[in-house]
């Protein structure tokens, strides 16, 4: 395992106060340097841009059962103060819901592929990686889990309406992540599984709870969104300015 690897392992399994220092964790910082961990000893700002295409055929936004929405995206980032941490993010996914039953039971998919091509010389800051598990992707493990430049994944869900404003799901998410086109057709899958519920009303979904388990145990998502519908740019914004 790489130094940089041991690192991604290292802030997965710790929670945020890791990377602090606080009682009981080491700092991080003491641990790596930038040459490990690129970015983590200064990082820089970005000048940053997005230019991205998508088609969306949903019934209703916030909720939909039938539909898909159908997105390619490409963000620039250019390093403003050291020129060392430059690099283009290529993504596209898609997102289909199929009535089975209408009203009543609806199947829903997702697929997202992601790829960052860093310049001559440049590095991926490990704080602008692609990052699986948690809340929309691998519900089994913990947020940020598993991290690098290059992601795949895929959602299933079954949804039955169990009340006029209450879903019953059960999902599947399998993915991975790697340093690079080659690395991420090496890498082993990941897989959770598990049961969640969605309330909504209108056309919004207002919360969900996801109970989902992977190979490190089982953990609780709850969110205000549907897990189908990430949003399109997530991204640390403190960083780019």
Known sequence: MSDLEQLVDELGRRSFEARLGRRGFPDTLRLF???????LANPPAFVHGD????????????HPSRGGRYEINVAAYRDR???????TRYRAAATQFVPLVRDLWTLGVRGSIVT????????????LQESLGGQNGLRGFDDFRFQ?????????????????????????DVGKVGADVAALRRAAMKSS???GFRAHMGLHTISRLDIGHGAEGWRFVF???????????????????
Request: no cysteine.
């Open 193 to 195: 599984y598990g049961v």
């Open 148 to 172: 690098d430049n290059d992601l795949v994944s895929v959602t299933v869900e079954s949804r039955l309406a169990l009340l006029k404003h209450l879903d019953l799901a059960l999902f599947a």
């Open 116 to 127: 960052s091509h860093a310049h001559a010389g440049q590095r991926v800051p490990f704080y």
């Open 223 to 241: 969110e205000i969104s549907d897990p189908l519908l990430p949003a399109i740019f997530k991204r640390w914004a403190a960083f780019v300015q």
């Open 51 to 62: 230019v991205g295409v998508a088609l969306e055929t949903f019934d209703r936004p916030g």
């Open 33 to 39: 340097s930038d040459a490990t961990a690129p970015g």
């Open 81 to 87: 103060d050291h020129d060392l941490f430059s690099f």
